[in-house]
């Protein structure tokens, strides 16, 4: 039974640049939740995805943006990259609105240089 | 002001002694939810407990135990008889049920079992 899967799991890029992360849900689950860790620190709610719809959203600015397609799997979009978005992104994947039954991915680290 | 707070940053702990690792947490929902994970160094966050703000006992889940005292706002995590793969960083989260779906997370505390 696969888990939550999450690519790239590394990435580099340059202030002002775009990157696109991807996240596959575990399989039956159709909630896609997505999280900032930066390092020393515990992970911060970016928002979540259900139906492909955004759901519900954190403190984070315009330039982080998310889509879901018909099959679960999601995507988390940073514009204008700025060296502070260096972190662990992790994505979690629920059935509904259970968040008793998260299951994380891995993460996607990104350094922005 | 910090929702869930994780007072030790690190803690060493002999193999096979039991260990407590703290979390208090701040909430005027009188319906929430806590949770603690373990982050390996793979960077996966891997459930471990819950305790709902209802429950009447406390959680238990084989060698973890969640010692709920809610009067005092505290949920501190148990760990019976540590072993070397239990070596992790250790977080509280906690779900208010007025902000629905995200979890409010701890900084973590970096546990490390001494052989």
């Known amino acids: 039974d696969a888990g939550v899967t999450q690519s790239p799991t590394h990435l580099i890029k340059t202030r002002g640049q775009q990157v696109t992360l991807r996240c596959s849900p575990k399989s039956g689950h159709d909630t896609v939740s997505w999280y900032q860790q930066a390092l020393g620190q515990g992970p911060q709610f970016i928002f979540q995805y259900y139906e492909e719809e955004e759901r519900q959203r954190g403190n984070f600015p315009d330039r982080f943006s998310g889509h879901q397609f018909p099959n679960y799997s999601s995507e988390l979009n940073v514009n204008a990259l700025l060296l502070g978005d260096s972190a662990l992104y992790l994505c979690a994947s629920s059935l509904g609105d259970r968040v008793y039954g998260y299951t994380f991915g891995s993460g996607t680290r990104l350094t922005v240089v | 002001a910090q929702k869930i707070t994780q007072t030790q940053p690190g803690m060493f702990v002999q193999e096979k002694e ?31 407990i819950y305790q709902g703000s209802y429950d009447q006992q406390n959680a238990t889940e084989g060698r973890y135990s969640l010692n709920f005292q809610k009067a005092r706002k505290s949920a501190n995590l148990v760990i019976s008889a540590s072993q070397l793969g239990d070596s992790a960083m250790y977080f509280c989260a906690m779900r208010e049920e007025r902000s629905n779906y995200q979890l409010i997370w701890g900084a973590g505390t970096k546990l490390i079992i001494k052989p």
């Open chain 2, 18 to 48: 039991a260990v407590t690792l703290d979390c208090t947490y701040d909430t005027s929902d009188p319906s929430y939810g806590l949770f603690w994970y373990k982050q390996p160094s793979s960077g996966e966050m891997i459930f471990l």
